[in-house]
T-cell receptor, first 115, second 113 residues
Framework: GAVVSQHPSRVICKSGTSVKIECRSL??????MFWYRQFPKQSLMLMAT?????????EQGVEKDKFLINHASLTLSTLTVTSAHPEDSSFYIC???????????FGNGTRLTVT | DQQVKQNSPSLSVQEGRISILNCDYT??????FLWYKKYPAEGPTFLIS?????DKNEDGRFTVFLNKSAKHLSLHIVPSQPGDSAVYFC????????????FGTGTSLTVIP
């Protein structure tokens, strides 16, 4: 079946540095990719929607200059957390969708810890 | 504005019994509905979906029911197994929302051996 690969699964970085998270669709072309953040014991919070070849659409309250999203190809989207701070520590999950009315498939998430 | 709602944050069921997870939505334009299962520290896994032209879809122990007039869907798991213990999210999309998916807040299912 469809597989979405997310890398890295865990990252620890120092405050002020930047971290890049990759999301790849392995066996289908993802016209749309989504980035979510999950806080402990809370639901998935949609951060942004990225469409291949165009600028990402950010949800209200998400800083686009802090969370840089690039969707350069139909199989790869990246999320870069710039100038990370401890409050950015969270579980980030990407997902990808192919055709309309087909399931959304998720990566396994990235646990980011900023010290 | 939460367009997809799961009003029960948790559910406990005995092994072998039926688990029923419920989901309500507000946007009558949604035409595609999905259920996902999520373990801690993992991404959600797709379970089963249903399009609005149907009112029932089965896949093994999992059945999804859709009541469009009530804007309600449910997931039935029978028989429930301890390995089914996880958080279940319902989601909806379609109908002018583009390829956007809207998720409920999740229901944590515990299947007691």
């Amino acid at each position: 079946g469809a597989v979405v690969s997310q890398h890295p699964s865990r990252v620890i970085c120092k405050s002020g540095t930047s971290v890049k998270i990759e999301c790849r669709s392995l066996d289908f072309q993802a016209t749309t990719m989504f980035w979510y953040r999950q806080f402990p014991k809370q639901s998935l919070m949609l951060m942004a929607t990225s469409n291949e070849g165009s600028k990402a659409t950010y949800e209200q309250g998400v800083e686009k200059d802090k969370f840089l999203i690039n969707h350069a190809s139909l199989t790869l989207s990246t999320l870069t957390v710039t100038s990370a701070h401890p409050e950015d520590s969270s579980f980030y999950i990407c997902s990808a969708s192919g055709q309309y009315n087909s399931p959304l498939h998720f990566g396994n998430g990235t646990r980011l810890t900023v010290t | 504005d939460q367009q997809v709602k799961q009003n029960s944050p948790s559910l406990s069921v005995q092994e072998g019994r039926i688990s029923i997870l419920n989901c309500d939505y507000t946007n009558s334009m949604f035409d595609y509905f999905l259920w996902y299962k999520k373990y801690p520290a993992e991404g959600p896994t797709f379970l089963i979906s249903i399009s609005s032209i149907k009112d029932k879809n089965e896949d093994g122990r999992f059945t999804v029911f859709l009541n469009k007039s009530a804007k309600h869907l449910s997931l039935h798991i029978v028989p429930s197994q301890p390995g089914d213990s996880a958080v279940y999210f319902c989601a909806a999309s379609g109908g002018g929302t583009g390829n956007q998916f809207y998720f409920g807040t999740g229901t944590s299912l515990t299947v007691i051996p």
